[in-house]
């Protein structure tokens, strides 16, 4: 190749006069002659060294317009949002895989700001090294869409045995007793299909609904969890529960803007997580939506034992929230985080956190 096809990333900075300048556009976290001598070194082995992910980031919108489009699914069947699934080229920048598909999830209409939160839920789960799919912000110059770009967390390039994915929904539909597709669905059935499973994921459980209180994420339906699955070349088939995935539907996305600023108000932010339910029930007695708080605090009664994986969700200093919140506040992009929200975001993980911390120390 003439020049390798890295990742060409822009970005857009405040001066110390406050007005924006457009830095040059490097690629793959480094400047063209860079890019250019790092050749076959920036293919990444498999799997992913996630410490070094979460450590570093971009900094930056990711630009993906000379991103190709995947051959078999260009479109992602699955979901209600406009999404497609593209290729990273090569690169050597240290939170991208070359030749790996990612799923650019486009920012659209009243669901916009579902960006935001996709990406800041993956920013708070790499302060405490919880398993979330790396997400960072990206453009398409040449179409002007903004969205979300989330790591696919399978097939991954020279992965020998590699995995597949399958939906909590395949494996619970055999227990549907009525029309709704979304239920059965409670915590008690999910940990009896995973002993039958042969896994242990009571912390998995534990670190998930807490993560969900914690963002007040409200759509973990079972297409919005599931397995990884491989078959050895010797031996039985593997199970094991995948990454926390889809994490869109949370921190306030809802809000519309001229709204924030009262929504900020501490009577009623303590409303609105009283309000919020997440889409599990705790058994087939309660298989409905229960409030966040009041599943964490069920949960945390009948496993004690997997307190300390719930706590390591909410172990992380306050302050590191704000930094992450102006970052994407400066991050000059078709849909602005804008101030408002930023204040708002910040509260609102600060009471929750709060109210977690009260249920971990009960």
Same mark, same amino acid.
């Given at each position: 190749?003439?020049?390798?096809g890295g990742v060409k990333i822009l970005r857009a900075v405040r001066n110390g006069s406050g007005s924006v300048e457009l830095v040059r556009p490097i690629i793959g976290g480094m400047t063209k002659s860079e890019n250019d001598s790092a050749g076959?070194?920036?293919?990444?082995?498999?799997? /992913?060294?996630?410490?070094?992910?979460?450590?570093?980031?971009?900094?930056?919108?990711?630009?993906?317009?000379?991103?190709?489009?995947?051959?078999?699914?260009?479109?992602?069947?699955?979901?209600? =949002?406009?999404?497609?699934?593209?290729?990273? /080229?090569?690169?050597?920048?240290?939170?991208?895989?070359?030749?790996?598909?990612?799923?650019?999830?486009?920012?659209?209409?009243?669901?916009?700001?579902?960006?935001?939160?996709?990406?800041?839920?993956?920013?708070?789960?790499?302060?405490?090294?919880?398993?979330?799919?790396?997400?960072?912000?990206?453009?398409?110059?040449?179409?002007?869409?903004?969205?979300?770009?989330?790591?696919?967390?399978?097939?991954? /390039?020279?992965?020998?045995?590699?995995?597949?994915?399958?939906?909590?929904?395949?494996?619970?539909?055999?227990?549907?007793?009525?029309?709704?597709?979304?239920?059965?669905?409670?915590?008690?059935?999910?940990?009896?299909?995973?002993?039958?499973? =042969?896994?242990?994921?009571?912390?998995?459980?534990?670190?998930?609904?807490?993560?969900?209180?914690?963002?007040?994420?409200?759509?973990?339906?079972?297409?919005?969890?599931?397995?990884?699955?491989?078959?050895?070349?010797?031996?039985?088939?593997?199970?094991?529960?995948?990454?926390?995935?889809?994490?869109?539907?949370?921190?306030?996305?809802?809000?519309?803007?001229?709204?924030?600023?009262?929504?900020?108000?501490?009577?009623?932010?303590?409303?609105?997580?009283?309000?919020?339910?997440?889409?599990?029930?705790?058994?087939?007695?309660?298989?409905?939506?229960?409030?966040?708080?009041?599943?964490?605090?069920?949960?945390?009664?009948?496993?004690?034992?997997?307190?300390?994986?719930?706590?390591?969700?909410?172990?992380?200093?306050?302050?590191?929230?704000a930094p992450i919140l102006e970052e994407c506040a400066q991050l000059i992009v078709g849909v602005p985080f804008t101030p408002d929200r930023v204040r708002f975001v910040l509260a609102l993980i600060e009471a929750r956190k709060h109210e977690l911390?009260?249920?971990?120390?009960?």
């Amino acid at each position: 190749m003439g020049r390798i096809g890295g990742v060409k990333i822009l970005r857009a900075v405040r001066n110390g006069s406050g007005s924006v300048e457009l830095v040059r556009p490097i690629i793959g976290g480094m400047t063209k002659s860079e890019n250019d001598s790092a050749g076959e070194a920036a293919l990444h082995s498999v799997p /992913p060294d996630r410490q070094t992910q979460f450590e570093t980031q971009p900094g930056r919108p990711i630009d993906i317009t000379s991103w190709l489009l995947d051959e078999d699914f260009p479109i992602h069947p699955v979901g209600s =949002k406009p999404k497609r699934v593209v290729t990273c /080229p090569l690169t050597n920048a240290p939170f991208l895989i070359s030749g790996h598909s990612y799923l650019f999830k486009i920012a659209k209409d009243r669901r916009a700001t579902q960006m935001w939160s996709e990406v800041i839920a993956y920013r708070i789960a790499a302060l405490v090294g919880l398993d979330v799919p790396p997400c960072f912000v990206a453009v398409n110059e040449t179409t002007g869409e903004v969205g979300a770009l989330v790591e696919f967390f399978f097939g991954y /390039p020279n992965e020998p045995q590699p995995s597949r994915l399958v939906h909590a929904a395949d494996l619970l539909q055999r227990f549907r007793t009525g029309p709704r597709t979304d239920r059965p669905h409670f915590v008690r059935m999910n940990l009896q299909i995973g002993r039958a499973l =042969k896994i242990d994921d009571v912390d998995w459980w534990a670190r998930a609904l807490t993560f969900d209180a914690l963002i007040g994420n409200t759509d973990r339906h079972p297409e919005n969890w599931g397995w990884l699955v491989r078959r050895p070349e010797s031996g039985e088939v593997e199970w094991r529960l995948a990454p926390i995935f889809d994490n869109g539907t949370s921190l306030g996305w809802e809000i519309q803007e001229d709204k924030l600023a009262r929504a900020t108000d501490p009577s009623r932010i303590a409303r609105y997580i009283r309000a919020g339910r997440h889409h599990v029930g705790w058994d087939r007695l309660t298989d409905s939506p229960t409030p966040h708080l009041e599943l964490c605090h069920l949960f945390a009664q009948a496993y004690p034992a997997a307190r300390a994986a719930m706590q390591q969700v909410i172990d992380f200093e306050s302050t590191r929230i704000a930094p992450i919140l102006e970052e994407c506040a400066q991050l000059i992009v078709g849909v602005p985080f804008t101030p408002d929200r930023v204040r708002f975001v910040l509260a609102l993980i600060e009471a929750r956190k709060h109210e977690l911390s009260a249920i971990m120390g009960a």
